[in-house]
């Protein structure tokens, strides 16, 4: 296992998946963040719930903390507003404490729409880290709506104090990241975010053989463009069927 002991003894929860390059972990991210090795990663690339309540192929229901059940429809645990901010929260604070010094946490968030619940994480991002970026990816078609329909979502980029940001894209990388979103029937997760996507920025803020943290990592992205560059990986997700996705896909690419 190429990997640092202390992840496996150090948090006192069991890894479900282990790999020579990367670890799972099926738990909720709240409580595996909070245990996590201080000064342990290189970066953080996640896609935490918006806290819209999202239901494919059903409305949206009312903005109460109400928590739905994966079996009622195609929907995302804890993705209502009062959960999704503390979620929020929580990473921010505690990305400052486990990344490296000049590390990067990249974050999605909702992008368009009226609500501007992003500028409350950026202002959050101000105070506990060093504010880079509010980049967007560009999803190349159409999304939800009827006046102004979403078509972008935003990546939220701040820097662990300490040390210079962690760069290799040089002069030449644009804050606008043009990659088709991902059908999600084809990947069985209700907002998949592309492999090509996430390899761009695991590239562009860390080296290879660093280790890459993803505490939402649903059917592994993330986690498949870190195997894909060199990078190791530690992913979390509180959806026992979403890790059980993620071990498969991984366990194909590691395969071919």
Request: proline share 6%; glycine share 8%; with cysteine.
């Amino acid at each position: 296992m190429n990997f640092p002991s202390d992840y496996v003894w150090q948090l006192p929860f069991a890894p479900s998946y282990v790999a020579s390059n990367g670890l799972l972990y099926c738990d909720d991210a709240a409580s595996v963040l909070l245990e996590f090795p201080s000064n342990s990663v290189s970066m953080i690339l996640t896609d935490p719930p918006y806290g819209v309540n999202y239901r494919s192929n059903a409305k949206r229901t009312s903005s109460s903390d109400e928590i739905h059940s994966p079996q009622e429809g195609n929907c995302i645990k804890n993705d209502t507003p009062i959960r999704a901010s503390m979620y929020y929260s929580l990473l921010i604070h505690e990305s400052q404490r486990i990344l490296r010094p000049g590390g990067c946490l990249c974050c999605f968030a909702k992008g368009g729409g009226s609500d501007l619940s992003f500028s409350h994480y950026v202002q959050l991002m101000r105070r506990i880290m060093e504010f880079k970026q509010i980049a967007v990816w560009d999803r190349q078609r159409l999304g939800l709506g009827r006046h102004y329909r979403q078509c972008y979502e935003f990546v939220l980029v701040a820097k662990k104090r300490g040390a210079p940001c962690k760069w290799r894209g040089g002069y030449g990388t644009g804050n606008v990241f043009r990659f088709k979103r991902p059908s999600g029937s084809v990947f069985q997760h209700p907002t998949p975010k592309p492999i090509e996507l996430m390899a761009h920025l695991i590239e562009i803020h860390s080296d290879p053989g660093d280790i890459i943290l993803d505490p939402f990592c649903g059917h592994g992205s993330t986690l498949l463009a870190a195997q894909a560059t060199g990078r190791r990986y530690v992913g979390i997700d509180i959806e026992s069927q979403h890790i059980s996705a993620c071990e498969a896909r991984l366990e194909r690419k590691h395969d071919a």
